[in-house]
C-alpha cells in the first residue's frame, strides 16, 4: 500500500517556463511534507517542506502547495534551469517521525 | 547541515558474500539511519541506528542480514550479508536535522550490484 504516491515518473519542462511536480498521499495524519532533490551519483537534498498546517510555502524559485482536503501537495519550480534536472522526491512524516518516500519523478529541463 | 561521507561509493560483488559500508558524520548526532533504494523505487527506511544500544529494525529486514554497528556519535557501519542479486542497491546512511519537521541529510551513497 503506497501511501506517498508521484504518478509522474518523468518530466520534461522548457528551460525558464514552470515545473510542476505532484504528488499525493492517503494518510491524513502526516504532518509534514518535504521534497527532496537527486542528482545522480548523490544523496536526496532536501530542498524545500511544509507543514500539514499550512497552504504554500516558498523559498526563492521553489514554491510548495499543500491541498489537505484532495491529499495532494505540489512543487512549482519557476523559472526552471538546466541546473533543476534531477529526480525529485516528496516524502511525508507520520505519527512516529518517520518520513513515507515517493518513487520520485524524473525532471528534465530541456534549453 | 551535516557532512556525511560513506566508504565505498560503489561496488561490485559476489553472491554470498558481505560487504559493509561506512558512514561517518562531521557532528555528533543521536540517531542515524540507513535506507534503501532499490532500482526505480523509492527511499526504504532500514533500520535507526542508536549511540550504545541495538539498532532498530523496519518491517522485512532483520539484523542478522544487515547488522549495523554504532560504536560513537559520528559513524555507523551497515552489513549486507550473504548477499543476493537482489541486494543490488543503492545504501544512503542520513541524519537528521533535530529541526522537527523532519528534514534528513543524506551521505552520497553506496551503490552495490551483487553478481
Not at chain 1, 7 to 31: A, H, K, W
Not at chain 1, 74 to 100: E, K, T
Not at chain 2, 63 to 71: E, T, Y
Amino acid at each position: 500500500d503506497q501511501q506517498v504516491k508521484q504518478n509522474s515518473p518523468s518530466l520534461s519542462v522548457q528551460e525558464g517556463r514552470i515545473s510542476i511536480l505532484n504528488c499525493d498521499y492517503t494518510n491524513s495524519m502526516f504532518d509534514y511534507f518535504l521534497w527532496y532533490k537527486k542528482y545522480p551519483a548523490e544523496g536526496p537534498t532536501f530542498l524545500i517542506s511544509i507543514s500539514s498546517i499550512k497552504d504554500k510555502n516558498e523559498d526563492g524559485r521553489f514554491t510548495v502547495f499543500l491541498n489537505k482536503s484532495a491529499k495532494h501537495l505540489s512543487l512549482h519550480i519557476v523559472p526552471s534551469q538546466p541546473g533543476d534536472s534531477a529526480v525529485y522526491f516528496c516524502a511525508a512524516r507520520d505519527s512516529n517521525y518517520q518520513l513515507i518516500w515517493g518513487a520520485g519523478t524524473k525532471l528534465i529541463i530541456k534549453p | 547541515s551535516a557532512v556525511i561521507s560513506q566508504k565505498p561509493s560503489r561496488d561490485i560483488c559476489q553472491r554470498g558474500t558481505s560487504l559493509t559500508i561506512q558512514c561517518q558524520v562531521d557532528s555528533q548526532v543521536t540517531m542515524m539511519f540507513w535506507y534503501r533504494q532499490q532500482p526505480g523505487q523509492s527511499l526504504t527506511l532500514i533500520a535507526t541506528a542508536n549511540q550504545g544500544s541495538e539498532a532498530t529494525y523496519e518491517s522485512g529486514f532483520v539484523i542478522d542480514k544487515f547488522p549495523i554497528s554504532r560504536p560513537n556519535l559520528t559513524f555507523s557501519t551497515l552489513t549486507v550479508s550473504n548477499m543476493s542479486p537482489e541486494d543490488s542497491s543503492i545504501y544512503l546512511c542520513s541524519v537528521d536535522n533535530a529541526g522537527g519537521s523532519g528534514e534528513l541529510f543524506f551521505g552520497e551513497g553506496s551503490r552495490l550490484t551483487v553478481l
